[in-house]
């Protein structure tokens, strides 16, 4: 069931967060490159490995980052939360925390019109939802698969080829010549 109106209110915000975040937006009359304060930080050698693989990517915290930004410039930024707070969720210890951590994940991520609602298939979310009454920390192995699949297979190669990345693998070229490259 399509709820139009919470879906315009959550662009609404999505589009309001640009339009204070000049960062994550365009600039009227500039290029559509990202402003990334983090690059100058990345070894050169590291911003070249992102390409490699997605692998190399999500090994990266200033790789993650610089996805992450970019997949807010494409209102997707919720697969890789979520894939980070599977992440996070499998660290985590206590029976009790576990439970709680679960349900706000599946809440805010996975049920269907959730706040943040990932895109996978019917089934795969209602084994999500059947794993929730015994968690563990691999309750939520097969819905984090397919965000990481459709991650790789779809925002990954086009983050390779944005101007964000190519501007930073420019950069990084030009460090590792100990040239300056060309603007």
Same mark, same amino acid.
């Given at each position: /069931?399509? %709820?139009?109106?919470?879906? !315009? ?19 009227a009359?500039?290029?559509?490159k990202?402003?990334?304060?983090? %690059? ?23 790789? @993650?980052? !610089?996805?992450?930004?970019?997949? *807010? ?8 939360? &979520? ?5 996070? &969720? *499998? ?10 951590? !679960?349900?706000?994940? &599946?809440?805010?991520? @996975?049920?269907s019109?959730?706040?943040?609602? @990932? =895109? ?13 009454s ?5 309750? &939520? =192995? ?5 965000? %990481?699949?459709? /991650?790789?297979?779809?925002? $990954?190669? %086009? ?5 964000? $990345?190519?501007? /930073?693998?420019?950069?990084? !070229? ?10």
């Open positions: /069931m399509c %709820r139009p109106l919470g879906r !315009a209110k959550d662009l609404k915000s999505r589009l309001g967060i640009l339009l204070h975040k000049p960062e994550l937006g365009h600039k009359g500039s290029s559509s990202l402003q990334l304060g983090s %690059r100058r930080r990345d070894s050169s050698r590291e911003v070249l490995e992102w390409r490699e693989s997605f692998d190399q990517l999500l090994k990266s915290k200033s790789g @993650v980052n !610089a996805f992450h930004t970019f997949l *807010k410039t494409e209102f997707s930024e919720e697969n890789l939360d &979520f894939w980070l707070a599977c992440e996070d &969720f *499998k660290k985590t210890r206590s029976k009790t925390k576990l439970a709680s951590k !679960a349900n706000r994940i &599946f809440e805010e991520f @996975v049920q019109e959730a706040p943040r609602e @990932v =895109n996978i298939d019917h089934e795969t979310r209602e084994i999500t939802r059947k794993n929730l015994g968690a563990t920390s691999a309750c &939520f =192995n097969e819905a984090q698969a397919k965000t %990481r699949t459709l /991650m790789e297979k779809d925002s $990954y190669p %086009r983050f390779l080829k944005s101007a964000s $990345y190519q501007d /930073m693998t420019k950069q990084a !070229a030009g460090r590792g010549t100990g040239k300056r490259p060309h603007t």
